[in-house]
């Protein structure tokens, strides 16, 4: 039987990702949703599923992915997107916004209390309040920002974000916009005469103008306010392809063409149906767009639907309770001494392997980039780097510490990447000079295996210390194993920190004119290789040993973590890509965790309870 | 004695310390850089010998901390000499070497850049030529005389040569200027607007309508110092000595040149950025920045160009953009901003004769250190292996 806990292991946890994978299937009698979260549209700069415009905008509006109501339901944010796009007065009274800070709510005269989510309506009246204040805040360095600062920025960005959403398919006051637009189209040859009269110098009906004039206004101020983008280029007529263009633009841009998108005429048919709560003209309207997506932009909708695919898997999640469980297992074999459990881990931690690489696999295609393009895509691929490092040392010595390490640099990097992507869409387009393929792939890949090394080094050093001091278990052997484990993944940090610093001084020559212009950023990566130089030769010249070596691969932790985030919160220098300072206080409390383990090494060994009975490794 | 001393410079112990402290000093640059501009924290930490407190120029100071300039050449020395000492051929050994002489060319190839390298800048409106470029941090005291219709004399003073001081002369020039004041950092105000004892900076010109006041150097890392100086116009003996001295203020914050007369000719008086010109000029075409549509994002800044180099009989459509620079006679352009408006393209113009270095360096040392863990890992797995086996 025990023979077989591996593959037992191995096949309940591929069942729970599969139970996890299930597609949502629309309510029979409801709005069909899936299809509308699986539509194209063009957005920040890419083309994207209203899913994912639905789950980034709520997450930076309101935190999280989901909304509960007063009233005890939860709307995901499919729902709660095409409530704001197509039924804006309903989504009003939503509670969408986060505001944790007493003095934002001192500001509107409120007390801090329970309620951490407000509504549009309840915000409504501070809105000048808001823009002011948000206004100045704005004028403020974003590292120099007070908290109050930040979070009154904030809430006028998620309100600006919320009211271009709200205009980006209908005007957010629209009841029947489908007859809006007739009246437009119909009003539009009198009114053009009219003008041409005018450029004459005739005599202008104002009556006939005045209709038009005020729709055309309407529609100009919603193509300023869109977010979104859902039209896409017209298939008959001229123009670059990738130009897709607002619902407000595609209508003035009917003044030149004689007519309406048919793209603008659905999504103001859909929207006005939902908007009267019909079902079966929404879902029929719908699967019009879907199908005439699917005919006139093939690439776009099947990337879309991928996306959409993408979204719904969440294999990041999911790799995360696949190491939790990997880790335990190790946890299991250690303590009952079974080498099966031991087996057990590293089958899970293949199959967590293989869904984290899904998971980047997909992000690569979506974005058509190199795996790391800014803070929260380094984090996921730290993470997948750091596993199969760990697992090719764990076939090396057998002993359970590389998987005991893969699952928990591979859980604690996804958590940090889950951390990062609240400023909204990870798959983010990038600024001109990171426009690179080439270097991309070069430079910030290999120097983010180099941070994923360091990491892995620093952990197998916690071990060593934890077991030592703190436990009988680090025998001689055992000491002497993690010891070269350590010292090899520091070799290999090295080669890839330094050979990445380079890259990047190349790069650097190739755009900004200079190999080297000791910007924080580049000091950090410096930092690095000094270190592992300093570490590599102190040990080759004999000045330190196996406990030196431990120590020193602890303050490794150190330095990368400041390379890697440390630099972003200083605020100054060229690779202000990735600016937060939310995690100030959790980097704080790394480097003093790492710096209190290594006065925890500094024991003498005597006081080491693994060295207390027989000789330890020396110094 | 000697022996001694090579046997410090030389060992590893050297090395530790050096690293070490060139990691203190790395770490502690990168902090500095956010209360000082990071041209300031270059110059203090890490183009220097020493690092010195307190940090301004004048008065007493002293050496607080090794700059970069001495850390980076005692390694140099260290990582030469351990080799002259140490170095065996074999395999073993190989990588090390490898690497130790990557290392070398980089560390050569940065101190060359430090010494020879020249950044200056070329700002194009649409249409404009121009066959020089400008280092915004440096100035310099045009004198311009009209000699001929089509060609202008100009005899350029450096602004190393202003702060000096004295009185500078020229063949070109029947007169010799006289620095009476330079300042790293001004302000200049109206007369009327400066307060009730403000004196006019200078007797002629501009300056007689201005006053100007010192200030503390531009630290933040947009900001650059608006230098000025007051010169005196001293002619050549035998002219009316008996005269007051004509004084005039010169700075870059005046837009026109000062037309001054002497011996009765005219000369146009300005102080400008120096200029660095070439046997080629630089014709701006167009100048496009893209963002990605419905964004602010910048997806991409182009410079369409021409070419034009009488002496090599050359003249074509370049075409400069991020990451794609335009390599010329030893000197690269890149594209490094444009003005606001996209009224204009600003160009970064590097001369760096060592810029080869390091992607030659990166290659030594990658193979070096690729071999030597290879090595020693393929070595460790077999034995591994065959410990098993037994």
Known sequence: MKRFAPWIALAVAALWIASNSRMPKPAPEGFDLVAFGKLPVLSDGRNKPFDTVARTSLLIIRGKQTLRLDDGRTLDARRWLADVVFNAPAADAYPSF??????????????????????????????EKIDTQGGQADAVEQAKRTPY??????????????QRLKNSLRPDDARDFAGEIDAYMKAMPAALEETAKSGKGGQVNQEKLAGFARLTARFREMAELANVLPVPPDPAGGGPREEWISVGASLLQAISAGTVSPVTKTY?????????????????????LSDWMAKNEPEATGRAAYEFLFNQLEPFYQAMGLYVLAFLLVCFSWLGGNRNHGAAAFYVLLLALAVHTFGLGSRMYLQGRPPVTNLYSSAIFIGWATVIVGLIIEKIFRDGIGSACAAAIGFITLIIAHHLAGSGDTLEMLQAVLDTNIWLATHVVTITIGYSAMFLAGTLALIYVVRGVFTRTLTKDSAQSLSRMTYGVICFATLFSFVGTVLGGIWADQSWGRFWGWDP????????????????????????????????????????????FGVNMLGVGLHSYGFMNKAVPWLAGFMISQLALMAIASLPPARWRSFQSGPGPLR | MWCRFFHVISSLKLTVICLSLALVLVFVGTMAQVNFGIHEVQQRYFQSLFVWWPSGSQGFRIPVFPGGHLLGGVLLVNLVAAHVRRFRWTWRTLGIHLTHLGLIIILAGGLFTDLFSVESFMRLAPGETKNYSEDPRAMELAVIGESDKDLDQVTAIPEARLKKGGTIGSESLPFRIAVRHFYQNSRLQPLDKAGQNALPAATEGAGAQLAVTEVPPAIAENDRDLKSAVIEIVPMRGETAARAPVTWLVSGQLGEPQTISCAGKTWRLVMRPARYYKPYSLTLKKFTHETYAGTQIAKNFASHAVLADPERNENRDVLITMNHPLRYRGETFFQSGFEEGDKATILQDVYNPSFIAPYVACVIVAAGLLFQFGYHFVGFIRRRKTGHAQ
């Open chain 1, 268 to 288: 103001a048919l859909a929207g006005d149906a939902y908007h009267a709560g019909n079902v079966t003209e929404f879902n029929r309207h719908l699967h019009g």
């Open chain 1, 149 to 162: 600062q930040t979070a009154i920025f904030n809430l006028r960005n998620s309100l600006m974000l919320y």
């Open chain 1, 98 to 127: 986060a505001i944790n800070n007493p003095e934002v709510l001192g500001l509107f005269g409120w007390e801090q209390n329970k309620r951490k989510y407000f509504s549009y309506a309840e915000l409504h009246p501070f809105l």
């Open chain 1, 521 to 564: 950023k580049e000091n950090g990566a410096l930092l690095i290789v000094l270190w592992c130089a300093i570490i590599l030769h102190a040990r080759w010249g004999g000045f330190i040993r196996q406990r030196g070596l431990m120590v020193m691969a602890l303050f490794g932790n150190v330095i990368t973590s400041f390379s890697w």
